[in-house]
């Protein structure tokens, strides 16, 4: 079974839909809770972050993590077409100096998200 | 935008031949990252390193090896190049000392044929 689970889509939304993106998980040990968007023929760049659980905003992303659940949402509102992207949640134990889990990201696979005017 | 670079953006090569992807970054950030990525599945961790002459093997088994001898340069080589090897191969970087120290930047990728 994969650490992290994500459906991978393809997703495709109206202009101005809500968009919701999820991700489940099965190491309780991850505290960290990322989103990061790649463009085609692009690399991945962080997105959203998250420590523990809770929610966090960021103009029309939001990012929602139930620990609890192992179970990570990210919220686009008034999707735009510059959005279609892939969408990758990612995870990590931690980024204290040390360890052997020290900066390692687990990765979702990532959601194809296509936004049509 | 991150200035962190990949050469060549595109490669496609005949089977047996030995090859290096590169990777530079001028951000001086200690910790560099391989990632492989293939299509509708997750990003693999093949290969990371700490510092300079630091390496060390990712989750994923990769045949590729690799090398750090300067903080900005982390290349990846592969001895003799098979089918088995076509993917898009995504470097990354981070900076352990900064606040932001979760956040890994990317190249744009190598995306390798074998044919």
């Known amino acids: 079974q994969k650490e992290v689970e994500q459906d991978p889509g393809p997703l495709s939304v109206p202009e101005g839909a809500i968009v919701s993106l999820n991700c489940t998980y099965s190491n309780s040990a991850f505290q960290y809770f990322m989103w990061y968007r790649q463009y085609s023929r692009k690399g991945p760049e962080l997105l959203m972050y998250?420590?523990?659980?809770g929610n966090k905003e960021d103009g029309r992303f939001t990012a929602q993590v139930d620990k609890s659940s192992k179970y990570i949402s990210l919220f686009i509102r008034d999707s735009q077409p510059s959005d279609s992207a892939t969408y990758l949640c990612?995870?990590?134990?931690?980024?204290?100096?040390?360890?052997?889990?020290?900066?390692?990201?687990?990765f979702g696979q990532g959601t194809i998200l296509t936004v049509h005017p | 935008e991150a200035d962190i670079y990949q050469t060549p953006r595109y490669l496609v090569i005949g089977t047996g031949k030995k090859i290096t992807l590169e990777c530079s970054q001028t951000m001086g950030h200690d910790k560099m990252y391989w990632y492989q990525q293939d299509p509708g599945m997750e990003l693999h961790l093949i290969h990371y390193?700490?510092?300079?002459?630091?390496?060390e093997k990712g989750d994923l088994s990769s045949e590729s090896t690799v090398s750090r001898i300067r903080t900005e340069h982390f290349p990846l080589t592969l001895e003799s190049a098979r089918p088995s090897h076509t993917s898009q191969y995504l470097c990354?970087?981070?900076?352990?000392?900064?606040?932001?120290?979760?956040?890994?930047?990317f190249g744009p990728g190598t995306r390798l044929t074998v044919t």
């Open positions: 990612a995870m990590s134990a931690g980024f204290d100096a040390g360890g052997t889990s020290y900066g390692k990201l687990t």
């Open positions: 998250t420590y523990s659980s």
């Open positions: 990354a970087s981070s900076d352990p000392r900064d606040p932001r120290a979760y956040e890994q930047y």
């Open positions: 390193s700490y510092g300079v002459n630091s390496t």
